[in-house]
């Protein structure tokens, strides 16, 4: 593949085993259903944007971990052209992991397993990042703790790195943190955790994010199927932006989140977000 991202791609962040079922509906508290067909494969909130930036032509490195059962996951990114060189294999253990219920409308309900990513800390990362000896774009999300995600882009921000944060699962990203992100990229349930609030429809949606972006260099706030509203440079209201989202038939949406901050690492290029970015 041609590679066309101008900056090296560094995510920082998990690497799971996923177990995947299909299920006429998602079962509620207590409740037992039949499902359909049973898949198995690599998932996590590292390597999900990591396949997908590398598939959008940005030369990746993954910084994580696995398990001495890790190997699969290893040989996956390696297939998908990615540089595991800092991927750790630990000795005992396993490696983190999700069960996924996915319904026939394409939603689902996970529960995820930290597993080896719950061992990755900051010396890891510190010494993955000197041996990158250009500016890069980071990729951060959660599934990996808390203080390696801010170790992260507190180091990345003297080097001139950009930075892209996708707290999700949600956690309340230090203030810092969030104001180095360029951009923060939030669905909006997330933003109203983010904020404290609870945004109602369109209007709100837009001053959330109108919000969220005077918070960071730059905002996204997903919608799924209505899809964006952006913002750049902490501007105000007037300068939200609605993407359409387009149309588009969900199978499965698992790793959706993932794969958009994934591509936003290599096709945005800092500050003003376009749409054709998006």
């Given at each position: 593949?041609?590679?066309?991202?101008?900056?090296?791609?560094?995510?920082?962040?998990?690497?799971?085993?996923?177990?995947?079922?299909?299920?006429?509906?998602?079962?509620?508290?207590?409740?037992?259903?039949?499902?359909?067909?049973?898949?198995?494969?690599?998932?996590?909130?590292?390597?999900?944007?990591?396949?997908?930036?590398?598939?959008?032509?940005?030369?990746?490195?993954?910084?994580?971990?696995?398990?001495?059962?890790?190997?699969?996951?290893?040989?996956?990114?390696?297939?998908?052209?990615?540089?595991?060189?800092?991927?750790?294999?630990?000795?005992?253990?396993?490696?983190?992991?999700?069960?996924?219920?996915?319904?026939?409308?394409?939603?689902?309900?996970?529960?995820?397993?930290?597993?080896?990513?719950?061992?990755?800390?900051?010396?890891?990362?510190?010494?993955?990042?000197?041996?990158?000896?250009?500016?890069?774009?980071?990729?951060?999300?959660?599934?990996?703790?808390?203080?390696?995600?801010?170790?992260?882009?507190?180091?990345?921000?003297?080097?001139?790195?950009?930075?892209?944060?996708?707290?999700?699962?949600?956690?309340?990203?230090?203030a810092d943190v969030v104001a180095a992100?360029?951009?923060?990229?939030?669905?909006?349930?997330?933003?109203?955790?983010?904020?404290?609030?609870?945004?109602?429809?369109?209007?709100?949606?837009?001053?959330?994010?109108?919000?969220?972006?005077?918070?960071?260099?730059?905002?996204?706030?997903?919608?799924?199927?209505?899809?964006?509203?952006?913002?750049?440079?902490?501007?105000?209201?007037?300068?939200?932006?609605?993407?359409?989202?387009?149309?588009?038939?969900?199978?499965?949406?698992?790793?959706?989140?993932?794969?958009?901050?994934?591509?936003?690492?290599?096709?945005?290029?800092?500050?003003?977000?376009?749409?054709?970015?998006?």
């Open positions: 593949m041609i590679r066309t991202s101008p900056s090296p791609v560094v995510v920082v962040g998990s690497l799971n085993h996923d177990l995947s079922v299909e299920t006429p509906v998602l079962p509620r508290p207590g409740e037992t259903v039949t499902g359909g067909a049973l898949h198995t494969g690599l998932g996590g909130k590292g390597a999900n944007p990591a396949i997908a930036a590398s598939r959008a032509g940005g030369n990746v490195r993954m910084i994580g971990a696995v398990g001495p059962d890790g190997q699969d996951l290893l040989a996956t990114l390696e297939r998908a052209e990615v540089n595991i060189t800092a991927v750790e294999t630990l000795k005992t253990g396993h490696s983190g992991a999700a069960v996924v219920s996915v319904d026939a409308a394409g939603e689902n309900a996970i529960v995820a397993i930290p597993g080896a990513n719950g061992s990755l800390n900051a010396a890891a990362v510190t010494a993955a990042f000197d041996t990158i000896p250009e500016p890069a774009v980071l990729v951060l999300q959660a599934e990996i703790p808390v203080q390696v995600i801010e170790h992260a882009a507190r180091l990345a921000a003297p080097r001139g790195w950009r930075v892209v944060l996708n707290p999700a699962p949600y956690i309340p990203p230090a992100a360029d951009p923060l990229a939030v669905n909006e349930h997330e933003a109203d955790a983010l904020l404290g609030a609870s945004g109602r429809g369109a209007v709100d949606v837009a001053r959330a994010a109108a919000e969220v972006g005077r918070r960071a260099a730059s905002a996204v706030i997903t919608r799924g199927a209505e899809g964006a509203y952006a913002v750049s440079c902490g501007g105000g209201a007037g300068d939200v932006r609605h993407i359409p989202a387009p149309a588009a038939e969900a199978v499965d949406t698992t790793g959706a989140g993932d794969a958009f901050a994934g591509t936003l690492a290599v096709t945005h290029r800092g500050a003003q977000l376009q749409e054709e970015e998006l």
